[in-house]
């Protein structure tokens, strides 16, 4: 059997990318992201992708970047909407296990604000209540995960409470949250 894919999924700001990237330090595992690697296949930014060819395209290249990665160990640091579609949730369970980095809509807002990432969801001037709505209508898609782990202001505690339930995986009990 092969190495099971480490999955971060939550909302954009959470840190999937910064917490991917501390385990990959952490663990020796090589990081992955679906967004570039979509970016990577258009040559484009997400945010010029959404704009060009709309969200559905993107979607629809994202679901493809997760049935075609392979099984082979590593930590893959997912785009905020992945959890949308079943068929991204099939692909990731095929995968490996998935973690919920679930932070406080404080800690979201406060990220997004200083973030020198354009987010192409939040191109309104009133981006704050859009966060609220998009949290809101995700939330459950993201407790799907095999587990949920509260953000920490501080990315080295996350990624090694991330690691912990990763290498205990699949031995946590039906339902049991971090």
Do not use: C
């Not at 991917?20 to 979509?38: Q, S, V, Y």
């Not at 785009?79 to 980095?101: F, Q």
Request: no cysteine.
């Amino acid at each position: 059997m092969s190495e099971p894919v480490w999955i971060l999924v939550g909302m954009m700001g959470a840190g999937k990318t910064t917490i991917g990237k501390r385990i990959a330090e952490l663990t020796g595992r090589p990081l992955f992201d679906t967004d570039a690697m979509i970016q990577q296949r258009f040559g484009r930014t997400v945010s010029q992708i959404f704009q060009i060819y709309g969200e559905r395209a993107f979607r629809d290249h994202e679901t493809e970047v997760l049935e075609s990665f392979p099984p082979a160990g590593g930590v893959l640091s997912t785009g905020g909407g992945i959890v949308l579609r079943d068929e991204n949730w099939t692909a990731m369970r095929r995968l490996g296990p998935t973690a919920y980095l679930r932070a406080t809509e404080t800690q979201l807002l406060n990220r997004l604000e200083t973030s020198k990432r354009k987010r192409p969801l939040l191109a309104d001037s009133d981006w704050q209540s859009k966060v609220r709505q998009i949290l809101a209508a995700r939330q459950s898609r993201y407790e799907m995960a095999d587990f949920v782990l509260d953000v920490s202001d501080d990315a080295d505690e996350t990624a090694e409470r991330a690691i912990e339930h990763f290498q205990a995986w699949p031995g946590r009990a039906e339902g049991e949250r971090a």
